[in-house]
Structure formats: structure tokens, C-alpha cells
């Protein structure tokens, strides 16, 4: 591809979102239907008891095709549909709307304005439930839609390939794209850590969330999108339209040969993890990656009413060591508490949920949550038949005193000798005092989204501020480096399983700030190794050091665009 850009068509607008996917795509326009509106006159409810009972069955309906959905599935996205089902038989949820139907509601109207108090709820307690409160509104629609007999909101089938332009995509649908005629995709809403963006990155979409200006796109309007610098231009040049095309052919080419372990040019390894949850073991290891950065446990434990048993969760653990002998397996411990309520984990009552009793905090409330799942870890861990190399990690720990507890109870469990043991760095406090973390453990990983949250002060579900969120501020990027510096003076390896991790040119900076893992979606990963190879590992610190003097996101992704290898910035 000429390394020369054309120039833009100046008539053609430029509308700018966040950079949620990369990759980029010229297509026109297919929007998402808008969903289905209430009838201007309410009916008035002659039988409350049919009336409850016909909103009830809507509800189940709504929650079978969601099952049904997911069966065909597997991995995260199988994950998140049967999680929003849940929430469409949420007994709760149920009983909001029957009692707006005693109230004299019909049943379309009393889902409608149920789902909408629960979804303010949600909102207002933040963390894991925030994030949930889109997935309401998608089941408010639907089951609005049933009650209504008008067709189920979904997505567009212009009978071409198209760029999916919505305000924002429930799981349900993003987990549906065809990606052979969805090419891109645009939201109005959404930030960088939203499940449309995750969902995105683990089909290898290119993708703008955020874009204010989408609204104005309609039906059929060709655009440009780049999902590296978050742009969707409209209308563009035939000359911007052609290398655009030929940009994204080469990309293709390029990554699919790239292949292989993670390596800088001059030939320091960097590890390139896979983020992981419920699935098929044996899927996830077919994926060309060095092992998995993140295991997220909590598929075992969500949507029961008892916690997994100790032989549950060991046969659980062990098929996973089998499927990735030989490569590198990291067990993050139960994430759960306030923020991701569990049938038999209460903590009680809390204003701020993301800020309260979660992660490695709900040992202190139900320790024998995190004895049993150590004790099951080491279980599988001791199996003779597989060589993978073992690593448990604790998220949400916040002080060295944390730190050192959850090494001495995994030594306890009978993990000193069978695994390494670490603990994820998600908040300032561990950030700021890496070093005296890593006197108690053997690793740390860095969980970049939660890590912006509160080092912005900005909910990660708050659409309002997902500028706050980037990944690129340079305030986030100065923890990361107090992390790495840490970790280079106790020869300790330091990782990144956030999103972050995913974008090709700040994995140039996180290596360049000490990090050795990255951990994403199978997606990203050609991309990283890409750029890896292309760069040494003083390089690397070149553009982290050039990232870290900006004094803005913009500022600092641009910065190190413009240095790092045109190899990789033409991708």
C-alpha cells in the first residue's frame, strides 16, 4: 500500500466517535430499526388477572427466544445471552410489572415503564449492574414487541454488505451479526468499555461507539469508517473510498500471516494471551495464542442458587489445563459481590456498589467462596495429565496487606509449589505501591478498564464521559508505568487483560512501559504481533515515553501514530 494519503474530499463530513475496533470498512448505511412505540391511547384493562398474566407470558417468551439463541452459540457470547434471559425472568422484574397492571396499566404500557424504574435503578447502583441496563431496555422491546404482535426488534437485511449504524446494539443482536454483510459497526451511544465494544473486538468488526453525529447517517449514505482513529466519514472521495478497500485488503493479508509467539523486532518475547470465560476448553485452545491472560470464573457461579462444589469446579479447572498443555493458563478468582449478585453470596445493601464489597472483598464477607475455588484450582492444578502452567490471581486488591493474604491462602490451598500466584491491579492504591505487591506475589496484571474507572473518577458504564474512559489518558498510562517499573526492579512479569490490550498501537506503549503479557479477544491478535515485530523493545519505550509527555488521549494516540513504524500505522 503507498505509504502517501489521499486527501479528503473537503465537502464530506467528518464525524468523530472513539475507536472501538479496528480496521475499516467503506460500505452504505443500514440503521437499525427504531424500536416499537406504545399506541398514542392506552386500552383500558377489563381483566387484571389475564392482563398480569398475558405481561408474564410476554416476559417468558422474550426469555426462551433469548435461551434458544444462545444454544447456538458457545464462549462469551453464549455468556451474555443466557445472562439477559435471566434478567427477563428476573422474579423482581416480574413483580414490578404486575403490580403496574394492578394499578390499570395494559400490559405493553406496564413492561414498559417496569423495565424503565429497573433500569434506573441499575443505573443509579453503577458497576456490573449499570452495564446490564441496556440489555433491560433490549428486553423491554421485545417483549413490548410480542404484546403488540409487531415484528422483534433486531437488524437491518438490506440484502448487501452494509455498516450497521444504531444508537446503540443490545448483546442479543451484536452476538447475531453476519459478518460477511455487517462490515462495521457505528453507535450514537456506547464507550470503550461497553459490551457492544467487546462483543465487536471478539468478531473482529472494526467499529465506532460514541459517535454523536451518527444520527444523522441514513439508509443507504456510503461512509468510510476507520476504527483506528474513530472516524466515519461520510460520502468520501472515490479516491478515499479505493484506499480505504485496498488498506483493508492488505490488512487482511498481512494478518493472516502473522502467526506465532509475540516478539519484538529484536526478539524479546511478549506474551499474547487470550481473555476467556464459558466455552468449549478445546475452541478456545485451537486459537493461535500462547495460553490464556484471563479466565473469568464466574460462569461457574452465576444464574445458580448454590455455589459450584469443589468437584464441580475441579473438573471444570482441569478440562480447561488439558485443552492449553504445554501453554499458560491464569485463573482469576471469583469477581463478584455487590456488583454481580449472587443467589448465595448476600453482602448486603450498598450505595455504591463499585465501590464496595467485590472481587478478593467478598472473602471477608463469604470466605469459603474463595477456600473451595483455591482448593479446587490446586486440585486440577496437581492432575498429572497436563503441562500447563498454572497461575491464579485475585481481582480487586488494593493494598499489600490484601496482597500477602491471598498468597498465604493459595500456599494454604496447596498452590505454592503447583502455580504461580498474583494479583490484579485495578485500583490507584495498587498501582502507586506495585513494588511492596509484588514483594508477596509472583505477578501482577493490570485490568485497564477498571483501572480507568477510578482513576478518572468516571462510572465505565456512563456513556456521558466515555472520553474519560480512553485507555490512551496519560494518566492512566503513568500507573501502568509505575506497574512496569515495578515489575522490571523485582524481575517480576506485569500483564494487561483489559481492553487496552487490543489496540495494536498502545501495545506498543504498554510494552514499552514494562508490561511482558497482553491479554484480548482472538481478534486482536495478529494485529499486536504485527506491530510487535515491527518495533524493538527501545522503540517501544520511545513511543511510551512520547505517550506519557502528551497531555491529552488525542494528543497521545496521535503522537505515536505519527512515530511509530508506517508498516503498522498503514495496516
Known sequence: MEQTESAPNPTAPVLKGIAAGPGGAVAPVARMAAPPSLPER???VADTVEEQSVAREALVSVAADLEGRAAELDGEAAAVLNAQALMARD????????????????????????????QDLLLAAGGYLAERAA?????????????????????????????????????????????????AIVTRLGGPTSHTVILARSLGLPAVVGCVGAGTLTDGTTVAVDGDAGTVEVDPAPEVAEQVRRRVERRRAVLSAASGPGRTSDGVPVSLLLNAGEGDPDEAAAHDSEGIGLLRTEFLFLERAEPPTIAEQTEAYTRLFRAFTGRTVTVRTLDAGSDKPLAFAETGPED??????RGFRTARVHPTLLSDQLTAIAAAAREPDHQAKVRVMAPMVSTPAEAEEFASLARTA??????????????????LLADRLLNHVDFVSIGTNDLA???????????????????????????????????????????????AAADPLLALVLVGLGVTSLSTASPALPAVRFALAHHSKAECRGLAELALAADSPERSREIVRRAAHPEVTNL
Do not use: F, K
Open 91 to 118: 422474579p423482581e422484574l416480574r413483580r414490578q410489572v404486575e403490580e403496574e397492571v394492578q394499578n390499570g396499566r395494559a400490559a405493553a404500557w406496564a413492561v414498559r415503564d417496569a423495565c424503565g424504574r429497573y
Open 453 to 499: 474507572q477510578y482513576t478518572m473518577a468516571t462510572d465505565r458504564t456512563l456513556g456521558a464521559l466515555p472520553d474519560l474512559l480512553d485507555p490512551w489518558q496519560p494518566a492512566l498510562l503513568s500507573l501502568i508505568d509505575s506497574v512496569g517499573d515495578a515489575g522490571r526492579r523485582a524481575d517480576r512479569s506485569v500483564g494487561v487483560c483489559g481492553e
Open 414 to 431: 496447596g498452590l505454592g509449589t503447583t502455580a504461580e500466584i498474583g494479583v490484579m491491579v485495578e485500583v490507584p492504591a495498587a498501582a
Open 42 to 44: 392506552e386500552p383500558e
Open 352 to 357: 455504591n456498589p463499585a465501590l464496595g464489597v
Open 135 to 183: 440489555d433491560l431496555g433490549d428486553i423491554r422491546d421485545r417483549a413490548v414487541a410480542v404484546l403488540l404482535g409487531l415484528p422483534m426488534p433486531g437488524l437491518p437485511d438490506p440484502g448487501h454488505p452494509h455498516v450497521l449504524v444504531a444508537e446503540d446494539l443490545a448483546p442479543a443482536d451484536t452476538v447475531r451479526l453476519d459478518t460477511s454483510q455487517v462490515l
